[in-house]
């Protein structure tokens, strides 16, 4: 990220930042859109702080790590600001409520009400961030995790039935771990192989007899989409 964010004024020449202190959210989007989309609503000297502290991270600054590392992915992100996909249909986010899988009663004393979310529990919530393709809505375009494509044209097309939530968070009661292949658990189901081996010698030409082995493996990939992707 520190990286990318130093190529705004050293390669994007057209990108308007001369410098570090011309950094606005808006120049960050294209990365922070999936990585941490509350830098959106960053003042510009909250983006250029993030900026200096990004780079700083980067040359070992412990300090600055760990600011850096609470900008993070946190229950809001996904309990309120992708908790709505279809908004002409489902109207806009209340910034005072929290969205779950039901209405009612929220304990919090901040955010006392809870609201369904239509999405949470689909495909379409996680590939808000998992990505199809290219961003083309920046002007210059990004393209980073695809695994929502993936899903949408290769699994579901081959009579794939199970939606993102189920492989990484209902099943095996894995929850909020969310996790992918750094869980023993996920590895085991993400792939069927089978390996047969035959050797035997093969006499190329008299006197000349040349071990040789037939090896076929077959490998059946089980997950909802391509791997390795994100
Ligand atoms: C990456 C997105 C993501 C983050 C971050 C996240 N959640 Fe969730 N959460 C979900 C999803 C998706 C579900 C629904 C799972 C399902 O459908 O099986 C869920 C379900 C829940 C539920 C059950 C909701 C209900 O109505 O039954 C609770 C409670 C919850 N999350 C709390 C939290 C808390 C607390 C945090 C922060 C520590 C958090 N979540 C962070 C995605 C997230
Ligand atoms: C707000 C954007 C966002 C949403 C929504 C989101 N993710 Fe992610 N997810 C990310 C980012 C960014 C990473 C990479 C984090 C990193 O390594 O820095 C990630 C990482 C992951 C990983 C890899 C974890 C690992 O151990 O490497 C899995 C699996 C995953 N997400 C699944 C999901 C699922 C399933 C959902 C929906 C329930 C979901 N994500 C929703 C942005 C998101
Ligand atoms: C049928 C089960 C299944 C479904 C559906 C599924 N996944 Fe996965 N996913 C897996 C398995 C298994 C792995 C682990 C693959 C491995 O070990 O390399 C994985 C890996 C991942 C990874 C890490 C891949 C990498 O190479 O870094 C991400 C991110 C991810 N899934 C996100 C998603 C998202 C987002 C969706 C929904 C659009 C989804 N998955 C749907 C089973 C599934
Ligand atoms: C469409 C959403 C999206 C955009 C835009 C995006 N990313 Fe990502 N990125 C993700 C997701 C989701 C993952 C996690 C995939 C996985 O774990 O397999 C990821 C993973 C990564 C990783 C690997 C992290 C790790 O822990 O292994 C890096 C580095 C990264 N992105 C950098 C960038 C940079 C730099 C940009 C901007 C040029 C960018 N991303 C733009 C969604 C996005």
Request: net charge positive; with cysteine.
């Amino acid at each position: 990220m520190a990286g990318t964010v130093e190529s705004l004024w050293k390669e994007f020449k057209y990108s308007g930042v001369k410098s570090i202190n011309d950094i606005t959210a808006d120049k960050l989007m294209f990365c922070m859109k999936c990585h941490a989309p509350q830098v959106q609503y960053l003042e510009p000297s909250g983006a250029k702080e993030l900026a200096e502290l990004l780079i700083k991270a980067r040359n070992g600054d412990e300090e600055a790590w760990k600011k850096v590392e609470q900008v993070n992915i946190n229950c809001l992100i996904c309990h309120q600001e992708k908790a709505i996909v279809h908004k002409w249909l489902d109207g806009d986010i209340d910034r005072n409520a929290i969205y779950g899988k039901k209405e009612g009663a929220h304990f919090d004393a901040k955010y006392k009400v809870l609201k369904k979310s239509p999405v949470i529990g689909s495909a379409v919530f996680c590939g808000q961030c998992h990505g199809t393709g290219p961003n083309f809505e920046f002007p210059e375009p990004s393209q980073c995790a695809t695994a929502y494509g993936s899903y949408l044209h290769a699994y579901i097309p081959s009579g794939g039935t199970k939606v993102c939530q189920d492989c990484h968070m209902r099943e095996d009661n894995l929850g909020h771990k969310i996790p992918a292949y750094r869980d023993e658990r996920m590895v085991k189901k993400a792939l069927d192989y089978s390996v047969e081996a035959m050797g035997y010698y093969y006499l190329h030409k008299p006197g000349d007899l040349r071990p040789t082995v037939r090896v076929v493996v077959k490998m059946k990939n089980k997950a909802g989409h391509r791997i390795p992707d994100g």
